[in-house]
């Protein structure tokens, strides 16, 4: 996908409700006050024994770095907000609202726009060494605890 495409793609989640169960569904997640879907990814690194890990990386970083740089133009500067201590907080078994429980797992910090009443989430995640990279993009009502 390209930029304007992924900007497209959170135009209309900006531009949706939210379902009041949590739903999972080709690389998009819903729930009680979010979106978040994957615009981008990687090849899993099981097969190459993670030999173009470094290329993938570099391909979906810049992909991360024109979108920001893009909602940026749009909202203005973006909020860095830092995930670990909100991993540590969740692994401690403290409540932590979807999505940012979710979020804290697969990646250390977010990029964020408050526009509006809801916030516009970006970042790049990973399951484990050998998931693929994905550019994740999404919209909450939910505020970053």
């Known amino acids: 996908m390209t930029t304007a495409e992924h900007l497209d793609a959170i135009d ?5 409700g939210f379902p009041t169960e949590p739903v999972w569904s080709g690389g998009r997640s819903s729930g009680p006050g979010f979106h978040l879907v994957q615009v981008s990814w990687t090849e899993d ?39 670990v201590s909100l991993r540590d907080r ?12 979710g979020l804290s797992e697969a990646t250390g910090h977010v990029h964020l726009w408050r526009v509006e009443e809801r ?26 605890p």
């Open 12 to 16: 209309r989640l900006r531009a949706e």
């Open 119 to 144: 916030w516009l989430v970006a970042c790049v995640t990973q399951g484990d060494g050998d998931d693929p990279y994905v550019l994740t993009a999404g919209v909450t009502v939910v505020d970053p």
């Open 45 to 83: 690194f099981r097969d190459d024994g993670g030999a173009g890990r470094a290329e993938a990386a570099d391909q979906i970083n810049a992909e991360y770095g024109a979108l920001t740089q893009a909602l940026t133009d749009r909202w203005g500067p973006a909020q860095v907000f830092a995930l």
């Open 90 to 101: 969740v692994f401690g078994g403290e409540g932590i609202p979807a999505p940012w429980a």
